[in-house]
Structure formats: C-alpha cells, structure tokens
C-alpha cells in the first residue's frame, strides 16, 4: 500500500464526528482487521508492524500506542477471531435448543462449513499455531488459550449430550473433546494446503457420520444435520 492515503476521519452515530473513544475504537479495529488481512494472505513473516500500519492506512507508531507491542496486537487478533465465531455461529444456529448430540454435530459441520465462506479466521489460527511451535513462541500462549477453548466448548457439550441421554454415558468428554478438535485442525490443514484437491464436502459428511455413529446414545439411530451454506 505505499502511497497510501490516510483512512478518513472516522464518523459516530448520526455522522457526527466521532469522540475520542469511538476513535480509538476505530483504530484499534482498523490495525486488528489489516493484521488478519496479512495473516491470511502472506503469512506471520510479513506482518510486521510497519506492514500492518501500511495495510491499515494509519499512522506510524499506532500499534505500539494502541496494544503496546506486536504481542499484544496478535492476542487481540486471536481474541477478535474467538468472539466473531462465538457471535457468528452460537445465537446464529440456536444451539441453546438443541440437544448435547445436535450441539457437537452442529458445530462440527459449522466449523467447516466456514472455512469456505469466511475462511481468514480459520487461516489465520492455522499460520499462528504453525508458527508458535517454531519461529514465534511468543505468541503460543495466545493460541494455547484459543484451543484449550474449543476443548472446553466440546466438553460442555458432550456433558450436555450425557446429560440429556442423547450421547452415550460411558464416553470420556475430555478425551473426546481433545480428538474432536484435532480432527477439526487436521481438516483445516488440508484443506488451505490443497483448497482444490481435497474434498471438504465429502470429508464434512464423512466426519458427521463418524461423529453420530460414536457419539450417539443409540449407536446411529440419528442422523446427523445437512451441512449449512
């Protein structure tokens, strides 16, 4: 973006001119966007602060005014992700009236359903895990945080599914949980690494099949729901 020009003023409610907060709000958002933009498309390598400010059109030094550090911008990417899926997928598909069974099933197809139709969120999780295991450790706290997460949300819902008698009582949800999420990551790699030769639709219904069969208190009695588009 060189020879950028600088982003426009932002705007408050009503077109007003926007307060000091909605400003810095405003900032805030527009670095965290511009640094999941450079994520997804070329990797941590390139997201370095000058790129980022360049990709955002803002000032220079707003990343270390705003977050502090590089670090703390990255936290605040995988801390946005985290939130737009919560937003997008939980009150989006009403899980709070399906079963414990219905939950897992649902999520799971979502999950990869979205990787095709918002796929930086995904990606970026992906380029960050990747890196935090060798040339970035320093951001492995934050992804640590974002998949104990999806652990935990997998356990509640198994629990859920015992709970309610529609997931068999004898499964170990932890355990489970800790499969169903490496599944989902496994699936995630193979599919930004070879986007036209892997079958994400066969692979989604196979996984929910799998997934129903196992998890089922009536051993594949249900079937599970058609993947969303």
């Known amino acids: 973006m060189t020879g950028a020009t600088a982003a426009p003023a932002p705007r408050g409610a009503g077109g007003a001119p926007a307060t ?17 933009a450079l994520l997804a498309r070329e990797g941590y390598r390139a997201a370095s602060v000058a790129r980022i400010q360049e990709e955002s ?33 939980v009150g989006e598909h009403g899980r ?14 979502s999950y990869l359903n979205r990787m095709v139709v918002r796929p930086e969120g995904s990606r970026v999780m992906l380029v960050l895990a990747t890196e935090s ?6 951001v492995r706290s934050a992804v640590q945080e974002a998949y104990t997460g999806l652990r935990e949300t997998m356990i509640e819902m198994l629990r859920a599914g015992i709970a309610d008698g529609t997931v068999r009582a004898d499964l170990d949800p932890v355990g489970h949980a800790a499969v169903l999420a490496a599944v989902l990551r496994g699936t995630a790699l193979q599919y930004f690494v070879d986007p036209d030769g892997f079958d994400l639709d066969g692979t989604r219904a196979a996984a929910l099949a799998m997934l129903e069969r196992d998890l089922s208190a009536d051993r594949g009695s249900r079937r599970p729901p058609p993947p969303r588009r």
């Open 96 to 109: 709070e009236t399906m079963t414990g069974l219905e939950q897992v099933l649902e999520m799971f197809g």
């Open 20 to 36: 000091q907060p909605e400003r810095t709000e405003a900032s805030r958002r527009a670095l965290i966007d511009a640094t999941i």
């Open 133 to 138: 295991v060798s040339d970035a450790p320093e």
């Open 57 to 89: 059109g803002l000032s220079r030094g707003l990343v270390n005014y705003h977050f502090g550090s590089k670090l703390k911008l990255m936290e605040a990417v995988v801390e946005r992700i985290r939130t737009a899926y919560k937003d997008q997928t």
